[in-house]
């Protein structure tokens, strides 16, 4: 069966859910445009999550993908969150913040009984997963109305565990891809590969469609994935310049700049290891701090940095994310991208 068969698409193009920079708007072209849009939930309480669902199913008919963590919510630990805001203290007096008025929370939060609740009115044909899968019972719900289940590996071990475990296709995440790594069995970065390594190996190992993604940013990037096995692929980055995406003017502006050229994987701004384009912040703590809060509580201290910082136009304090391969983006609608990528599913023939 192929990619296309199993998710009901035209195309094999999914568009990477992207928290932050987008809503049901570009999900809605790049599903038009006959790929699979995306819709991240992490970030969404139940009621804006069925503001965007209706908006998306008011405004297309075709498959779409929701997308959710599947991580554990750590113990806040008080020491290490005092820490972290020592660590942070000189930039809270250079921008005049009052460090004690800082509220603590996580800004994302796992799959749960109530987001299977919200999904259960709108029924998705596709939900993904990063962080592994969510527990059996969630996951039994989540197919019981029919919906294709995806999850993203870092590793061979990891697709293999999906695969054991439900998963209708695996995402094989390069180490080239922006955003958050979906690593869950280890956190050893060093295991992981680039895309181009990656991808040949799990296709090797699974029996299920194998999705590449990580640094596949025009129809070459697509073609070569292809070529090695891919039944599809996954594209974030080279999205975030459409008109659809929300993304902020700061993190454009830093997209459109040579400092794009130069990424990093930084757990500064949430706890967990997540590819951005370097700045001030991480320059100045070195990227990866194993003092930080545990995913997701290192969020909550560097929320008002980043918003002061937004404010007088400087993204010295924000999460850029990107993937390394920064060329495919371009200030064009999300359907004409998609076509362009899916030319080069010919050249893969």
């Known amino acids: 069966m192929t990619l296309q ?31 699979l849009g995306s819709l991240p939930c992490a970030m969404l309480d139940a009621d804006a999550m069925r503001r965007e669902l209706a908006a ?19 113990e806040p630990d008080a020491a290490r969150e005092a820490g972290w805001r020592a660590a942070l203290a000189p930039y809270y007096a250079e921008l005049q913040i009052d460090a004690g008025a800082i509220p603590p ?44 289940i995806l ?17 209708d296709a695996v995402i094989a995440q390069g180490l080239e891809a922006g955003g958050h790594r979906g690593h869950f ?60 995406a929300t993304t902020g003017a700061v993190h454009r502006a830093a997209l459109k700049s040579g400092a794009a050229r ?4 930084t757990n500064l701004f949430t706890g967990r290891p997540a590819r951005g384009i370097v700045n001030r912040i991480m320059r100045e703590l070195g990227p990866l701090d194993a003092a930080v809060p545990a995913f997701p509580l290192a969020a909550a201290a560097v929320a008002p940095l980043r918003a002061r910082g ?26 004409v991208l998609t076509r362009e990528l899916a030319a080069g599913l010919a050249a893969a023939r």
Not at 117 to 124: H, M, N, S
Not at 154 to 162: F, G, I, K, S
Not at 218 to 243: F, I, K, N, S, W
């Open 185 to 244: 069995l280890s956190d050893d970065l060093a295991a992981q590969a680039g895309t181009f390594a990656l991808l040949p190996q799990i296709v090797r190992a699974v029996k299920i469609p194998v999705i590449a993604a990580g640094g596949i940013a025009d129809a070459r990037g697509v073609a070569a994935a292809m070529a090695l096995g891919a039944a599809g692929v996954q594209v974030g980055t080279a999205y975030l310049l459409c008109p659809e």
């Open 262 to 265: 130069v990424t990093a994987l």
């Open 56 to 74: 998306i199913r008011a405004q297309t008919s075709k498959p779409f993908n929701v997308n959710f963590f599947c991580h554990t919510p750590p």
């Open 105 to 148: 929370g996580p800004a994302r939060l796992p799959f749960g009984a109530g987001a299977a609740e919200v999904l259960e009115a709108f029924r998705p044909d596709v939900v993904s997963f990063h962080f592994g899968l969510p527990a059996s019972d969630l996951l039994a719900r989540v197919r019981g109305w029919g919906a294709r």
């Open 310 to 335: 937004e404010s007088l136009g400087s993204g010295d304090f924000s999460p850029l994310w990107a993937g390394q391969n920064t060329s495919g983006c371009r200030e064009v609608p999300a359907a």
């Open 5 to 35: 068969q199993l998710l009901g698409i035209e195309l094999p193009i999914i568009q990477a859910p992207m928290a932050g920079v987008q809503g049901s708007a570009l999900a809605v072209a790049v599903c038009e445009a006959g790929g």
């Open 151 to 167: 999850s993203s590996a870092t590793t061979v071990d990891e697709a293999c565990w999906l695969e054991a475990h439900g998963a």
